[in-house]
């Protein structure tokens, strides 16, 4: 079993930064793939950007490439999502998810509760 917990969500204004942390616990050594989604009301949810554990190796959707990195911390099992350059359009709770398989379009196995994250004036 694997637990995530998302922090690091609030209030910024449009043009603000925040980063956002995905804390890993329980059987963390079965984890290849983590990745972070977001879901607006309303919306469908979105996927964001994955990480592969070991490696490193990062992709970020097209929509926020140049403007959201995502990055890991293994000594703490946890995940960032450094967020820049806020749109309103980015307002969203955030989920954290990890995949045992390496495979692009398997799916995932554990998730996050979700953190929300506001861009307003």
């Known amino acids: 079993q694997v637990q995530l917990v998302e922090s690091g969500g609030g209030l910024v204004q449009p043009g603000g930064s925040l980063r956002l942390s995905c804390a890993a616990s329980?059987?963390?050594?079965?984890?290849?793939?983590m990745a972070w989604f977001r879901q607006a009301p309303g919306k469908e949810r979105e996927f964001v950007a994955t990480?592969?554990?070991?490696?490193?190796?990062?992709y970020c959707a097209d929509s926020v490439k140049g403007r959201f990195n995502i990055s890991r911390d293994n000594a703490k099992n946890t995940v960032y999502l450094q967020m820049n350059n806020l749109k309103p359009e980015d307002a969203a709770v955030y989920y954290c998810?990890?995949?045992?398989?390496?495979?692009?379009?398997?799916?995932?196995?554990?998730w996050g509760q979700g953190t929300q994250v506001t861009v307003s004036s």
């Open positions: 998810a990890a995949k045992r398989s390496g495979s692009f379009r398997s799916p995932y196995d554990y």
């Open positions: 990480i592969t554990w070991n490696s490193g190796s990062t």
């Open positions: 329980g059987s963390i050594f079965s984890i290849n793939v």
